[in-house]
């Protein structure tokens, strides 16, 4: 699993723990829960994007 | 809402997806890079333009999540049902035998890429067709970029009625029109339809040899058009649940009775561009099923310079695999039929397994512009989801495979290992893309941009009726989900326009079928299965022209009716 690979995982597994920090802190009126759940959620989906720009040499190491 | 239609607010609403395109078309990016920034701009519009507080901006990103593993439990599923086959090496016995049962290069094509796309849209939908046909194309010889595009275009038009009618049911749901309506709706939406079907087939032909696949494919593409269309036009006064599948399963067994005609019966050359070159030298001139083969969908892909990211099976692999019948290479595709029909055409059955549901409820959020977006209630019931379906129907082949003795030491290993190889970067992009329509929904940008086409159009607005109804595709990858974003929108902008309501609608659900042809979420699927992820952008270069064009001839109907 190249470094791409395993950000990729990183990024995925974020989003999906994102979900019910933001859907439970929602539900029980709070502010920070959701906004920590978001913030969690916008890191994850700067990664590919990242990883664009990046160089090469960061990404493409095969383990 | 509290929000004028303005060129700046029509235009930031459009940025998001203006970004998305011109990432994807222009600059090269994949769905996976494009998406997740188109949303960050979508996050930031909603967010400072269109007042959307933290609350719609929470609840709509978590309802994109909650959408996005639901999808992604279908697109998981397809990759591990062909990493099945690819491992079984059933791709050259099926090609070998449909080769046999039909020697006509464009018939293979039609028949995995339209008859076959649109019968799996008929029975399970949520983007199966594409998945499913994409790498059997690739299997059979065709370039992973035109095996994605096919199928696309292919199984477009069996949108609304396909899926027992659900975008269908939809549409009548959300607009609450009466029995009268509804049956001059279905007439107006099937004919326009019919429309798309016919010219899904002719772009299909014109794809595999321009002008010359036109005039080939013609008289096979109208009777199969007459059956899909025709008959789903019928059928739709009668029982608008399952006309599209009806119509889907009667064509799929016309086509294999059409490749006995004098016309398609003889082996022909696979000189198409749309073949790989392994392709096109192993069957330079027609030498019919037994010719040497282009060895599965991994070597005629090495070849032709386009890497599907698999293995080549071994020489000890390729001998198991010779003796495999066209049967035995289908059964994790039999089993998916199987399955599916077992579950969703059987009621008791269906009610039994839909009971076990759970999902997550989201209340009526408001923006403070005062855009109201309705309380609803996201269940997922696994064991009637087309995810499932898969997931059994490729457990059931590589069992099969298996005791077929076609599957190597350590398969199930490198079928595990390729499938999350694979499926990572579209998980990425399928949540990216679902959260970022969730938010421009949400917000009311999308209520922004379908005002302002009304609003320019005004009495020719029916022309762009069906553009409407794509862009809801567009955005959410769903003919049913485009009809419930924009149900109501288009019933009312034909009121006030003085347009004739179920023409209107007709077009809006028609348009939304045809934009599932260039939905970014469809788009990957393809290109995820066919191997070709990150090559989103060349796919929709060729889908985008096609949909247009499609949308402006049934706007151009449109217009004459309504």
Redesign the interface.
Known sequence: MNMT?RL??I??VA??I??PV??F??RAGG?SA??Y??AL??C??????L??VLPTDFSSGEE | MNIDITWISWGLAFLPLALLLLLMLGAGWGAAEAGPLSWMFALAIAFFYFDAPLEVIGYENAKGIWSALTVLYVVWASILIYEVSHEGQAFEPLRRGITRLLPDPLMQVMAFGWAFASFLQGVTGFGVPIAVCAPLLVGIGVRPLYAVTIPLIGHAWNNTFGTLAVAWLGLKEVTGMDAAVAAQTALYAASFIWVLNLFGGLLVCWLYDRWNGIRAGLPMVIVMSMIQGGLTLVLSQWNDTLNGFVASSVAFVAIFALGRMKRYRDTKPATSRIFTEARRQTDPDGQGPDAPAPAGAADVVAKDGETNGSVSPSENGKRAAGGMSLQAAFIPYFALLFVTFSVLLIPPVKDALGSWSFGLSFPETVTQLGFVQPARVANFAPLTHAGTFLLVAALVGYLAYVRLGTVRNGGFRRIVGRTVDKAIPSTIAVVALIAMSNVMAGSGSVSVLAQGVAAATSQGYGFLAPMVGGLGSFMTTSNLASNLLFGTFQQTTAEVTGLYGPAILGAQTAGAAAGNMIAPGNVLLGTTTAGILGREGEVLKITIPLFALVALIIGACVLFVA
């Open positions: 690979t990729q995982v990024a995925g989003s999906v994102a979900l933001i859907y802190g929602l502010t959701p906004v759940g978001l959620f916008f994850a989906m700067t990664i590919t994007p990883l664009r």
